[in-house]
């Protein structure tokens, strides 16, 4: 079984963190990691820079921009990551814009996620229609998980679709928006958790954007399986760097 | 021969070319347009409309003007299709006005738009004002600063214009903040996408609403010629919309030769041109699968032409497309080159071109044509937008 799934039977809300490779030093991608994982989060989302990365708000932009400033491109990330395994056990998910994908080439990027111990792809950009017809055979070949996003617009037929299509966990969107932190859910977004919470799913949902603290982490998570968070982390990282994780990951986690 | 060769299928590929590549916080919107564009735009209320404010607001049909002194000296009968008379001065409000009434019959309020050099932001910000519709025009922070009159043009128009700070600050990134924006606003705002680039149906819906420059050739050469059918179509391509409305009447007729006419900025190995065709690869842009300038780690690299209007990293797939089946002949032109043949257009004809369209009349020194050659070259806009940097570069 795919670390991912396994994450997904323990029985609390899960804690999972995207960063971005390389930032904000080149050299920071693997002690972020060890870091994260010490501090007991569930898992972890390797942002994959991208110069033209369309579904990113402010902040994730300037990391990407930053990142790619540092030198960072897809072979250092894999460079970087040769031996994580020795190191940790934490279900690792690259997530990224398809373009660098293909341009390094779909199939010895699966290969060499496979290689270095990766355990999913987000790739928001990459349909699921054109997944499933040119590319599924190569991910399952390398034991990675194909992670979808859905969104409040997204039809219920097409949820379904999507989570037929799916078989680690959907990645719930909270709002119609780009990535960045925000205050606090209203009455549409709870809305929405119980619409998706009563579709009965076969996928576990982890609910990612907006979230930022304990309140939104506990907000999201009603429902849901767990959460992601993304730019309340790396504005964080950018304020404080490596020694605010822990006390960070420790105010997501105290009780409201 | 099968037809349509050359255009969108259902899901929008020309060849292995399009499609929507987009993430699923847009897919509602880009699915609400897939699903009624085509009807809408086959409703005869919508093409009454559309038809009506082309003739009585643009001013089309525009002319097919005969240009003796260009055909004397390069020896060819050589027409000007004569978008630059449109109104504001090129062929984008065509677009402009076809998606603002698709705007209109989806229930939309609020209108975005990107733009480089300012002309289809221009050209937006028009028909939202003919409308009464609100108006956002996202520009890069560069683009601002160097295309003062039309940014002013906005204002005045009643638009918003919106500074893009993020990337390298130009045309990409102002696609990009638009697209940010209709994933911020899905339900009340249309984006009106200034070229035949982004994901289906953009391509084709742009590329039908300027097909009226094809479908008038058609007829107006008959009327000059006796023929439907030129030898060759030529048109400047940017993102490619110009480009797709002059070839679209022509695309599965291989009688006629296609000619594209990309901007080598500074020479097409010069590190600093916009020749997408010469130096892309196949890569994703703004939710298309097309011919991408990048890195080999797949970072999309940042384009240089004189001409604002070109200075695009990717092209549209069905350019893609043309170009990779070898269906039209692409030429890369370098700014001398252009900046030339606008001044030996201005002279010879009494023209002005805008600097994109000049790029088009310097094929001359690259092709030889038969003296019983037709050519209908597409004049896509006047040049007065860039006035300063034509008298910048002569000095004049
Ligand atoms: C006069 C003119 N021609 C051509 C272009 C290039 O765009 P496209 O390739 O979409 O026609 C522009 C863009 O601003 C323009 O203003």
Redesign the interface.
């Known amino acids: 079984m795919n670390r991912i799934q396994e994450k997904m039977r323990s029985g609390h809300k899960l804690l999972s963190i995207y960063f971005t490779a390389g930032y904000p030093k080149l050299e920071d991608t693997v002690p972020v990691i060890e870091a994260l994982d010490e501090a007991g989060v569930d898992m972890i989302e390797i942002g994959l820079p991208f110069s033209d990365p369309l579904a990113d708000g402010p902040t994730i932009q300037a990391s990407s921009t930053a990142a790619l400033k540092n030198g960072m491109h897809t072979e250092l990330l894999f460079r970087q990551l040769k031996g994580i395994r020795e190191k940790t056990d934490i279900p690792l998910i690259i997530m990224g814009y398809f373009n660098p994908v293909l341009q390094y080439g779909v199939e010895a990027f699966c290969k060499k996620c496979r290689e270095v111990g990766i355990d999913g792809l987000i790739l928001p950009d990459l349909p699921l229609d054109v997944y499933q017809e040119e590319y599924e055979p190569l991910f399952k070949a390398n034991g990675l998980l194909n992670v979808f996003l859905i969104t409040p617009q997204t039809p219920n037929e097409r949820i379904r679709k999507i989570d037929e299509g799916s078989d680690g966990f959907i990645y719930m969107v909270s709002s119609a928006s780009t990535t960045g932190a925000r205050d606090g859910f209203g009455p549409e977004q709870r809305a929405y958790f119980e619409r998706i919470h009563s579709m009965g799913l076969k996928n576990p949902q982890i609910v990612g954007f907006g979230i930022s603290n304990a309140d939104t982490f506990a907000q999201a998570t009603t429902h849901a399986h767990g959460a992601i968070i993304g730019s309340a982390f790396i504005k964080m990282l950018t304020e404080d760097g490596k020694t605010g994780i822990a006390p960070f990951i420790r105010s997501i986690r105290k009780s409201p | 021969m099968k037809m349509n060769r050359y255009q969108a299928d259902e899901r929008g590929y020309y060849g292995e070319f399009g499609?929507?590549?987009?993430?699923?916080?847009l897919?509602?919107n880009t699915e609400e347009l897939r699903q009624n564009y085509l009807r809408i735009m086959g409703e005869p209320d919508f093409q009454e409309e559309f038809r009506q404010l082309l003739r009585d607001y643009v001013g089309r049909p525009t002319p097919l003007y005969f240009a003796k002194r260009l055909s004397e000296k390069f020896k060819a009968r050589i027409y000007l299709k004569r978008e630059d008379l449109c109104h504001t001065g090129a062929h984008k409000v065509n677009n402009t006005i076809g998606q603002i009434l698709m705007a209109k019959k989806l229930g939309k309020s609020r209108i975005i738009a990107e733009t480089g050099a300012g002309q289809h932001g221009v050209a937006t910000a028009t028909v939202c004002a003919l409308m009464g519709m609100e108006c956002i025009v996202y520009m890069g922070e560069v683009d601002i600063a160097r295309q003062a009159p039309n940014v002013a043009r906005m204002k005045m128009l009643g638009a918003e214009v919106r500074p893009a700070r993020?990337?390298s600050r130009t045309l990409?990134?102002a696609t990009?903040e638009a697209?940010?924006d209709w994933?911020?606003?899905?339900?009340n705002t249309h984006y009106i996408i200034g070229s035949v680039v982004g994901p289906h149906p953009y391509p084709d819906m742009v590329a039908r609403f300027q097909a009226v420059i094809s479908e008038e050739i058609k007829w107006q050469l008959k009327e000059k010629e006796g023929k439907e059918d030129p030898d060759y179509v030529v048109a400047c391509v940017g993102g490619g919309s110009n480009a797709a409305g002059t070839y679209y009447h022509y695309l599965d007729n291989e009688q006629v030769g296609i000619i594209a006419v990309e901007a080598a900025g500074k020479g097409v190995d010069s590190g600093e041109s916009a020749a997408t065709s010469a130096l892309g690869?196949?890569?994703?842009?703004?939710?298309s699968k097309t011919l991408?300038m990048?890195t080999?780690?797949?970072?999309?690299?940042e384009p240089y032409s004189i001409s604002a209007g070109l200075d695009y990293p990717g092209v549209g797939p069905m350019h893609a497309h043309l170009y990779k089946s070898g269906r039209a002949d692409f030429i890369a032109i370098t700014d001398d080159e252009a900046m030339a043949a606008g001044l030996m257009v201005s002279q010879l004809e009494g023209i002005i071109p805008a600097i994109e369209t000049s790029h088009a009349f310097a094929i001359f020194d690259h092709r030889t044509f038969k003296p019983d050659d037709i050519i209908v070259i597409n004049l896509s806009g006047r040049g007065d937008k860039d006035l300063q940097t034509y008298i910048d570069y002569f000095k004049l």
Do not use: C, W
Request: proline residues 8%.
């Open positions: 499609g929507a590549f987009i993430p699923e916080m897919y509602p993020s990337g990409k990134d990009n697209i940010r994933i911020n606003n899905p339900v690869k196949v890569g994703i842009i703004h939710g991408l990048q080999g780690d797949g970072q999309i690299t």
